[in-house]
Protein backbone atom coordinates (compact mmCIF):
# COMPACT_ATOMS: atom_id res chain seq x y z
CA UNK A 1 0.00 0.00 0.00
CA UNK A 2 1.23 3.43 -0.70
CA UNK A 3 0.63 6.30 1.58
CA UNK A 4 -0.07 10.10 -0.11
CA UNK A 5 0.92 12.37 2.79
CA UNK A 6 -2.69 14.61 2.35
CA UNK A 7 -1.95 18.12 4.48
CA UNK A 8 -3.98 20.36 2.59
CA UNK A 9 -1.39 21.47 0.02
CA UNK A 10 -3.01 21.03 -3.65
CA UNK A 11 -5.01 18.85 -5.18
CA UNK A 12 -3.85 14.84 -4.44
CA UNK A 13 -6.57 13.34 -6.96
CA UNK A 14 -4.04 13.36 -9.75
CA UNK A 15 -1.11 11.87 -8.39
CA UNK A 16 -3.35 9.12 -6.29
CA UNK A 17 -4.90 8.19 -9.68
CA UNK A 18 -1.47 7.52 -11.04
CA UNK A 19 -0.41 5.33 -8.56
CA UNK A 20 -3.80 3.30 -8.68
CA UNK A 21 -3.33 3.02 -12.38
CA UNK A 22 -0.23 1.05 -11.98
CA UNK A 23 -2.18 -1.76 -9.81
CA UNK A 24 -1.46 -0.09 -6.46
CA UNK A 25 -3.47 0.28 -3.16
CA UNK A 26 -3.27 4.12 -2.13
CA UNK A 27 -4.26 5.57 0.99
CA UNK A 28 -4.70 9.91 1.38
CA UNK A 29 -3.58 10.27 4.66
CA UNK A 30 -2.21 12.76 7.77
CA UNK A 31 -2.04 10.02 10.08
CA UNK A 32 1.33 8.78 11.64
CA UNK A 33 -0.06 5.39 12.16
CA UNK A 34 -1.41 4.79 8.69
CA UNK A 35 2.05 6.27 6.85
CA UNK A 36 3.79 3.90 9.00
CA UNK A 37 2.03 1.26 7.58
CA UNK A 38 2.57 1.49 3.89
CA UNK A 39 5.33 0.43 1.42
CA UNK A 40 5.83 3.81 -0.08
CA UNK A 41 5.34 7.35 1.21
CA UNK A 42 4.30 9.87 -1.22
CA UNK A 43 4.66 13.56 -0.11
CA UNK A 44 2.91 15.44 -3.14
CA UNK A 45 1.96 19.57 -2.81
CA UNK A 46 1.76 22.58 -4.97
CA UNK A 47 1.75 26.08 -3.54
CA UNK A 48 3.85 27.84 -1.29
CA UNK A 49 7.19 26.47 0.68
CA UNK A 50 6.58 28.37 3.90
CA UNK A 51 2.40 27.53 4.00
CA UNK A 52 3.23 24.04 3.26
CA UNK A 53 6.23 23.66 6.05
CA UNK A 54 3.30 25.45 8.30
CA UNK A 55 0.65 22.69 7.44
CA UNK A 56 3.43 19.72 7.77
CA UNK A 57 4.18 20.81 11.23
CA UNK A 58 0.21 21.85 12.63
CA UNK A 59 -0.63 18.43 11.66
CA UNK A 60 2.60 17.09 14.03
CA UNK A 61 3.81 15.29 10.99
CA UNK A 62 7.54 16.72 10.86
CA UNK A 63 9.62 14.33 12.83
CA UNK A 64 7.21 11.36 11.35
CA UNK A 65 7.96 12.46 8.17
CA UNK A 66 11.74 12.83 8.81
CA UNK A 67 11.79 9.49 10.83
CA UNK A 68 9.69 7.26 8.25
CA UNK A 69 11.62 8.60 5.09
CA UNK A 70 14.87 6.74 6.73
CA UNK A 71 12.72 3.14 6.84
CA UNK A 72 11.45 3.35 3.74
CA UNK A 73 10.96 4.64 -0.07
CA UNK A 74 9.96 8.12 0.23
CA UNK A 75 9.39 10.50 -2.85
CA UNK A 76 8.40 14.47 -3.12
CA UNK A 77 6.82 15.62 -6.06
CA UNK A 78 6.90 18.88 -7.04
CA UNK A 79 6.56 21.27 -3.70
CA UNK A 80 6.79 18.10 -2.08
CA UNK A 81 10.33 17.54 -3.46
CA UNK A 82 11.50 20.93 -2.42
CA UNK A 83 9.86 20.02 1.29
CA UNK A 84 12.43 17.77 1.26
CA UNK A 85 15.60 20.23 1.23
CA UNK A 86 17.08 22.01 4.34
CA UNK A 87 15.89 25.61 3.59
CA UNK A 88 13.67 27.11 1.38
CA UNK A 89 13.35 31.02 1.09
CA UNK A 90 9.75 31.03 -0.76
CA UNK A 91 7.37 33.53 1.45
CA UNK A 92 10.16 34.20 3.87
CA UNK A 93 12.94 31.54 5.34
CA UNK A 94 11.46 28.37 7.08
CA UNK A 95 13.64 25.48 7.46
CA UNK A 96 12.60 22.20 5.37
CA UNK A 97 12.33 18.38 6.15
CA UNK A 98 16.16 18.43 5.69
CA UNK A 99 16.35 14.87 4.03
CA UNK A 100 19.02 16.40 1.32
CA UNK A 101 21.19 19.06 1.62
CA UNK A 102 20.90 21.74 0.29
CA UNK A 103 18.27 25.22 0.29
CA UNK A 104 15.40 26.17 -2.14
CA UNK A 105 15.63 29.39 -4.36
CA UNK A 106 13.90 31.47 -6.93
CA UNK A 107 15.50 30.13 -10.42
CA UNK A 108 17.88 32.12 -11.49
CA UNK A 109 17.17 32.72 -15.42
CA UNK A 110 16.97 35.38 -18.60
CA UNK A 111 13.85 33.15 -19.42
CA UNK A 112 9.99 33.83 -18.10
CA UNK A 113 8.99 32.87 -15.09
CA UNK A 114 7.15 30.58 -13.62
CA UNK A 115 8.69 27.89 -15.89
CA UNK A 116 5.86 26.15 -16.99
CA UNK A 117 5.91 23.37 -19.52
CA UNK A 118 7.00 20.13 -20.83
CA UNK A 119 11.00 20.14 -20.77
CA UNK A 120 13.34 17.27 -21.96
CA UNK A 121 15.57 15.13 -19.22
CA UNK A 122 18.97 15.08 -18.79
CA UNK A 123 20.02 12.02 -17.34
CA UNK A 124 23.09 11.58 -15.12
CA UNK A 125 25.59 9.44 -15.53
CA UNK A 126 25.04 6.12 -12.55
CA UNK A 127 21.30 6.39 -12.61
CA UNK A 128 20.45 3.42 -15.15
CA UNK A 129 17.26 2.53 -14.40
CA UNK A 130 16.11 6.06 -15.18
CA UNK A 131 18.46 6.28 -18.32
CA UNK A 132 15.66 5.43 -20.55
CA UNK A 133 14.27 8.87 -19.90
CA UNK A 134 17.19 10.61 -21.35
CA UNK A 135 15.74 13.38 -23.62
CA UNK A 136 12.07 12.58 -22.77
CA UNK A 137 9.75 15.68 -22.21
CA UNK A 138 7.97 15.97 -18.66
CA UNK A 139 5.76 18.88 -17.87
CA UNK A 140 7.37 21.20 -15.16
CA UNK A 141 5.11 24.31 -13.54
CA UNK A 142 7.38 26.30 -11.25
CA UNK A 143 9.49 29.16 -10.06
CA UNK A 144 12.12 28.05 -7.17
CA UNK A 145 14.54 25.00 -7.71
CA UNK A 146 16.51 23.33 -5.38
CA UNK A 147 20.31 24.29 -5.06
CA UNK A 148 21.92 21.12 -4.61
CA UNK A 149 25.36 19.16 -4.71
CA UNK A 150 25.68 17.35 -7.83
CA UNK A 151 26.13 14.24 -6.02
CA UNK A 152 21.95 14.18 -5.38
CA UNK A 153 21.39 15.07 -9.04
CA UNK A 154 19.57 12.38 -11.37
CA UNK A 155 18.64 14.18 -13.65
CA UNK A 156 18.22 17.92 -14.65
CA UNK A 157 16.87 20.14 -16.98
CA UNK A 158 17.64 23.33 -19.39
CA UNK A 159 16.17 26.68 -18.64
CA UNK A 160 18.79 29.24 -19.38
CA UNK A 161 20.47 27.30 -16.58
CA UNK A 162 20.14 23.87 -14.95
CA UNK A 163 17.85 22.99 -13.30
CA UNK A 164 17.21 19.96 -10.63
CA UNK A 165 14.44 17.77 -12.23
CA UNK A 166 15.17 14.57 -10.26
CA UNK A 167 17.05 14.25 -6.80
CA UNK A 168 18.07 11.51 -4.25
CA UNK A 169 19.59 10.39 -1.19
CA UNK A 170 19.49 7.07 -0.17
CA UNK A 171 15.99 6.15 -0.44
CA UNK A 172 14.12 10.10 -0.54
CA UNK A 173 13.81 10.86 -3.73
CA UNK A 174 12.34 13.85 -5.15
CA UNK A 175 10.80 14.74 -8.57
CA UNK A 176 10.77 18.47 -9.62
CA UNK A 177 8.14 18.59 -12.58
CA UNK A 178 4.48 16.67 -12.62
CA UNK A 179 5.17 12.76 -13.39
CA UNK A 180 0.97 12.78 -12.92
CA UNK A 181 0.24 15.04 -15.83
CA UNK A 182 3.58 13.92 -17.69
CA UNK A 183 1.44 11.41 -19.92
CA UNK A 184 3.25 8.14 -20.13
CA UNK A 185 6.53 9.04 -19.68
CA UNK A 186 5.34 10.33 -15.99
CA UNK A 187 3.60 7.18 -15.25
CA UNK A 188 6.84 4.97 -15.81
CA UNK A 189 8.74 7.29 -14.38
CA UNK A 190 6.78 6.53 -11.04
CA UNK A 191 7.32 2.77 -11.97
CA UNK A 192 10.60 2.96 -12.03
CA UNK A 193 10.54 5.12 -8.36
CA UNK A 194 8.30 2.34 -7.28
CA UNK A 195 10.75 -0.74 -8.49
CA UNK A 196 13.70 0.81 -6.99
CA UNK A 197 16.41 2.13 -8.47
CA UNK A 198 18.73 -1.26 -7.18
CA UNK A 199 16.85 -3.60 -8.47
CA UNK B 1 15.09 23.33 -23.79
CA UNK B 2 11.27 24.29 -22.90
CA UNK B 3 8.80 23.26 -26.26
CA UNK B 4 6.18 24.77 -27.62
CA UNK B 5 3.10 23.82 -26.64
CA UNK B 6 0.16 22.56 -28.94
CA UNK B 7 -3.39 22.88 -27.16
CA UNK B 8 -6.88 21.97 -28.41
CA UNK B 9 -9.19 23.86 -26.88
CA UNK B 10 -13.14 22.07 -25.72
CA UNK B 11 -16.22 24.51 -25.69
CA UNK B 12 -18.29 22.59 -23.10
CA UNK B 13 -21.97 23.96 -23.56
CA UNK B 14 -24.09 21.86 -20.72
CA UNK B 15 -22.29 19.56 -20.70
CA UNK B 16 -21.42 18.69 -24.52
CA UNK B 17 -18.92 19.34 -26.39
CA UNK B 18 -19.95 22.29 -28.88
CA UNK B 19 -18.50 23.95 -31.99
CA UNK B 20 -20.66 27.37 -32.05
CA UNK B 21 -20.26 29.34 -35.82
CA UNK B 22 -22.33 31.67 -33.68
CA UNK B 23 -24.55 31.43 -30.48
CA UNK B 24 -27.67 30.12 -32.25
CA UNK B 25 -26.82 27.35 -33.72
CA UNK B 26 -24.12 25.13 -32.05
CA UNK B 27 -23.22 21.60 -33.35
CA UNK B 28 -22.59 19.08 -30.71
CA UNK B 29 -18.94 17.32 -31.33
CA UNK B 30 -18.90 14.54 -28.03
CA UNK B 31 -17.86 13.74 -24.59
CA UNK B 32 -15.39 16.33 -23.09
CA UNK B 33 -14.09 13.84 -21.24
CA UNK B 34 -13.08 11.41 -23.85
CA UNK B 35 -12.35 13.90 -26.49
CA UNK B 36 -9.89 15.31 -23.80
CA UNK B 37 -8.46 12.02 -23.21
CA UNK B 38 -7.81 11.12 -26.84
CA UNK B 39 -6.19 14.28 -27.63
CA UNK B 40 -4.01 13.78 -24.32
CA UNK B 41 -3.09 10.51 -25.94
CA UNK B 42 -2.29 11.40 -29.50
CA UNK B 43 0.30 14.24 -28.59
CA UNK B 44 -2.02 16.92 -27.63
CA UNK B 45 0.34 18.55 -24.48
CA UNK B 46 -2.24 20.45 -22.94
CA UNK B 47 -6.31 20.78 -23.01
CA UNK B 48 -8.40 23.59 -22.71
CA UNK B 49 -11.93 23.62 -21.21
CA UNK B 50 -14.35 26.31 -22.39
CA UNK B 51 -16.91 26.18 -20.19
CA UNK B 52 -20.07 28.55 -22.04
CA UNK B 53 -22.77 26.50 -20.77
CA UNK B 54 -25.83 29.78 -19.61
CA UNK B 55 -27.13 27.45 -16.38
CA UNK B 56 -26.55 26.75 -13.50
CA UNK B 57 -27.05 23.12 -14.03
CA UNK B 58 -24.44 23.14 -17.18
CA UNK B 59 -22.17 24.76 -14.12
CA UNK B 60 -22.48 22.10 -11.81
CA UNK B 61 -21.89 19.39 -14.89
CA UNK B 62 -18.46 21.24 -15.84
CA UNK B 63 -17.36 20.26 -12.15
CA UNK B 64 -18.43 16.96 -12.90
CA UNK B 65 -16.19 16.58 -16.07
CA UNK B 66 -13.47 18.24 -14.57
CA UNK B 67 -13.44 15.56 -11.93
CA UNK B 68 -13.93 13.13 -14.34
CA UNK B 69 -10.88 14.48 -16.68
CA UNK B 70 -8.48 14.47 -13.41
CA UNK B 71 -8.78 11.25 -13.19
CA UNK B 72 -8.70 10.29 -16.93
CA UNK B 73 -6.35 12.45 -18.50
CA UNK B 74 -2.60 12.79 -17.73
CA UNK B 75 -1.63 16.15 -19.28
CA UNK B 76 -2.25 18.90 -17.35
CA UNK B 77 -5.71 21.05 -18.30
CA UNK B 78 -7.31 24.34 -17.64
CA UNK B 79 -10.47 25.31 -16.97
CA UNK B 80 -12.21 28.60 -17.92
CA UNK B 81 -15.28 30.01 -18.92
CA UNK B 82 -17.91 31.77 -16.35
CA UNK B 83 -15.28 31.92 -13.46
CA UNK B 84 -16.68 34.57 -11.32
CA UNK B 85 -15.54 34.44 -7.73
CA UNK B 86 -12.24 32.94 -5.47
CA UNK B 87 -14.76 30.17 -4.84
CA UNK B 88 -15.59 29.58 -8.64
CA UNK B 89 -11.50 28.89 -8.56
CA UNK B 90 -11.67 27.15 -5.53
CA UNK B 91 -14.42 24.43 -7.11
CA UNK B 92 -12.57 23.87 -9.94
CA UNK B 93 -9.33 23.96 -8.58
CA UNK B 94 -10.35 21.01 -5.84
CA UNK B 95 -12.20 19.32 -8.28
CA UNK B 96 -8.77 18.62 -10.27
CA UNK B 97 -8.48 21.49 -12.36
CA UNK B 98 -4.51 22.39 -12.66
CA UNK B 99 -5.50 25.56 -14.10
CA UNK B 100 -8.31 28.23 -14.18
CA UNK B 101 -8.98 31.02 -16.61
CA UNK B 102 -10.88 33.77 -15.35
CA UNK B 103 -11.63 36.83 -18.60
CA UNK B 104 -14.57 39.52 -17.56
CA UNK B 105 -14.70 39.36 -13.73
CA UNK B 106 -10.81 40.13 -14.22
CA UNK B 107 -11.73 42.79 -15.98
CA UNK B 108 -14.82 43.94 -13.81
CA UNK B 109 -11.81 43.19 -10.47
CA UNK B 110 -8.91 42.82 -10.92
CA UNK B 111 -8.34 41.65 -6.91
CA UNK B 112 -9.75 38.65 -8.37
CA UNK B 113 -6.72 37.35 -9.87
CA UNK B 114 -4.45 38.87 -6.89
CA UNK B 115 -6.84 36.82 -4.26
CA UNK B 116 -6.17 33.49 -6.55
CA UNK B 117 -3.11 34.09 -6.86
CA UNK B 118 -2.24 34.37 -3.76
CA UNK B 119 -4.36 31.47 -2.47
CA UNK B 120 -3.36 29.09 -5.19
CA UNK B 121 -0.14 30.17 -6.70
CA UNK B 122 0.51 32.46 -9.70
CA UNK B 123 1.28 28.77 -11.66
CA UNK B 124 -2.41 28.02 -11.66
CA UNK B 125 -4.29 31.24 -12.41
CA UNK B 126 -4.63 32.10 -16.71
CA UNK B 127 -6.45 35.70 -17.29
CA UNK B 128 -7.90 35.04 -20.72
CA UNK B 129 -7.58 38.37 -22.65
CA UNK B 130 -10.10 38.79 -25.71
CA UNK B 131 -8.80 41.74 -27.97
CA UNK B 132 -9.40 43.24 -30.76
CA UNK B 133 -8.24 45.88 -32.90
CA UNK B 134 -9.13 49.65 -32.71
CA UNK B 135 -7.15 52.80 -34.01
CA UNK B 136 -6.06 53.86 -31.09
CA UNK B 137 -4.56 50.23 -30.34
CA UNK B 138 -6.46 46.87 -28.96
CA UNK B 139 -9.33 47.14 -26.89
CA UNK B 140 -9.89 44.02 -24.25
CA UNK B 141 -13.19 43.02 -25.30
CA UNK B 142 -15.08 41.18 -22.46
CA UNK B 143 -18.98 38.99 -22.96
CA UNK B 144 -17.73 36.60 -25.68
CA UNK B 145 -16.03 39.39 -27.67
CA UNK B 146 -18.86 41.23 -27.99
CA UNK B 147 -18.36 44.35 -25.66
CA UNK B 148 -15.28 47.02 -25.94
CA UNK B 149 -14.12 47.69 -22.41
CA UNK B 150 -12.00 50.63 -23.75
CA UNK B 151 -9.15 48.99 -21.83
CA UNK B 152 -5.84 48.92 -23.69
CA UNK B 153 -4.78 45.30 -24.27
CA UNK B 154 -1.06 45.36 -23.61
CA UNK B 155 -1.71 47.88 -20.06
CA UNK B 156 -4.01 45.02 -19.22
CA UNK B 157 -1.82 42.44 -19.77
CA UNK B 158 0.72 43.81 -17.92
CA UNK B 159 -2.12 44.73 -14.81
CA UNK B 160 -2.98 40.80 -14.74
CA UNK B 161 0.63 39.90 -14.71
CA UNK B 162 1.38 42.62 -11.80
CA UNK B 163 -1.56 40.82 -10.49
CA UNK B 164 -0.32 37.40 -9.89
CA UNK B 165 -1.44 35.83 -13.40
CA UNK B 166 0.63 32.81 -14.43
CA UNK B 167 0.00 32.67 -17.98
CA UNK B 168 -2.23 34.54 -20.55
CA UNK B 169 -4.57 33.03 -22.96
CA UNK B 170 -4.55 35.68 -25.74
CA UNK B 171 -7.51 35.75 -28.07
CA UNK B 172 -8.12 37.58 -31.43
CA UNK B 173 -11.45 38.89 -31.81
CA UNK B 174 -10.58 39.90 -35.55
CA UNK B 175 -8.80 36.57 -36.50
CA UNK B 176 -11.07 34.41 -34.28
CA UNK B 177 -13.03 32.03 -36.52
CA UNK B 178 -11.61 33.25 -39.77
CA UNK B 179 -9.05 30.36 -39.81
CA UNK B 180 -5.74 32.46 -41.89
CA UNK B 181 -3.94 32.23 -39.60
CA UNK B 182 -2.85 33.49 -35.68
CA UNK B 183 -2.87 37.07 -35.39
CA UNK B 184 0.77 37.45 -34.67
CA UNK B 185 1.07 41.26 -34.82
CA UNK B 186 -1.12 41.16 -31.67
CA UNK B 187 0.40 37.92 -30.09
CA UNK B 188 4.27 39.99 -30.39
CA UNK B 189 2.85 43.27 -28.67
CA UNK B 190 1.62 41.14 -25.83
CA UNK B 191 4.15 38.57 -25.65
CA UNK B 192 7.16 41.18 -26.14
CA UNK B 193 5.37 43.62 -23.15
CA UNK B 194 5.29 41.27 -20.49
CA UNK B 195 7.35 37.92 -18.77
CA UNK B 196 4.32 35.57 -18.03
CA UNK B 197 4.17 32.64 -20.70
CA UNK B 198 1.55 33.58 -23.07
CA UNK B 199 -0.82 31.31 -25.26
CA UNK B 200 -1.93 32.52 -28.64
CA UNK B 201 -5.50 31.87 -29.79
CA UNK B 202 -8.07 32.75 -32.68
CA UNK B 203 -7.43 32.13 -36.56
CA UNK B 204 -6.11 28.69 -36.52
CA UNK B 205 -6.98 26.61 -39.82
CA UNK B 206 -3.93 24.60 -40.25
CA UNK B 207 -0.42 23.37 -39.13
CA UNK B 208 1.36 26.36 -40.98
CA UNK B 209 -0.10 28.47 -39.08
CA UNK B 210 0.83 27.57 -35.58
CA UNK B 211 4.76 27.00 -36.98
CA UNK B 212 3.70 30.59 -38.32
CA UNK B 213 3.05 31.81 -34.90
CA UNK B 214 5.93 30.55 -33.30
CA UNK B 215 8.73 31.25 -35.73
CA UNK B 216 7.48 35.07 -35.54
CA UNK B 217 6.84 35.75 -32.02
CA UNK B 218 7.87 34.50 -28.81
CA UNK B 219 4.65 32.71 -27.70
CA UNK B 220 4.94 29.63 -25.25
CA UNK B 221 1.49 28.00 -26.88
CA UNK B 222 -0.44 27.94 -29.13
CA UNK B 223 -4.22 26.96 -29.13
CA UNK B 224 -6.89 25.40 -31.66
CA UNK B 225 -10.61 23.58 -31.66
CA UNK B 226 -12.01 23.38 -34.85
CA UNK B 227 -9.19 21.92 -36.79
CA UNK B 228 -9.04 19.15 -34.39
CA UNK B 229 -12.68 18.21 -33.99
CA UNK B 230 -13.70 18.43 -37.30
CA UNK B 231 -11.00 16.08 -38.43
CA UNK B 232 -9.24 18.28 -40.59
CA UNK B 233 -5.62 17.66 -39.02
CA UNK B 234 -4.49 16.02 -36.09
CA UNK B 235 -2.42 17.23 -33.11
CA UNK B 236 0.64 15.06 -34.42
CA UNK B 237 0.06 16.66 -37.70
CA UNK B 238 0.58 19.90 -36.56
CA UNK B 239 3.82 19.15 -34.30
CA UNK B 240 5.36 16.97 -37.28
CA UNK B 241 4.97 20.53 -39.75
CA UNK B 242 6.33 22.59 -36.89
CA UNK B 243 9.29 19.98 -36.64
CA UNK B 244 9.73 20.60 -39.81
CA UNK B 245 10.11 24.57 -39.71
CA UNK B 246 12.56 23.95 -36.63
CA UNK B 247 10.11 24.46 -33.49
CA UNK B 248 11.24 22.74 -30.65
CA UNK B 249 8.16 20.44 -30.22
CA UNK B 250 7.61 17.91 -27.66
CA UNK B 251 7.62 13.79 -29.32
CA UNK B 252 5.26 11.63 -28.26
Known sequence: MIAIVDYGMGNVASVSTAFRRLGYEVILTDKEAELAKASHIILPGVGSFQAAVQEIEERGLKEPLQRLAKEKPFLGICLGMQLLFSEGYEGGTSAGLNLIPGTIEKIETDYILPHIGWNALDIKEGHEPFEAFQNKHVYFVHSFEARVDRKYLVASTEYGTEVPAIVKNENVYGIQFHPEKSGEVGVEILKTFLQGEAK | ?252
Open chain 2, 1 to 252: MIVKRIIPCLDVKEGKVVKGTNFVSLRELGEPVEMASAYSKTGADEIIFLDISATNEGRQTMVDIVRETAENVFVPFTVGGGVRTIDDVTRLLRAGADKVGMNSAAVADPELISESSARFGAQCIVVAIDAKKYEDGWHVMTHGGSKDTGIDAIEWARTAEQKGAGEILLTSVDTDGVKDGFDIELTKAIVDAIRIPVIASGGCGNPDHFAEVFEKTDVSAGLAASIFHEDTYSVQEVKERCKQQGVNIRET
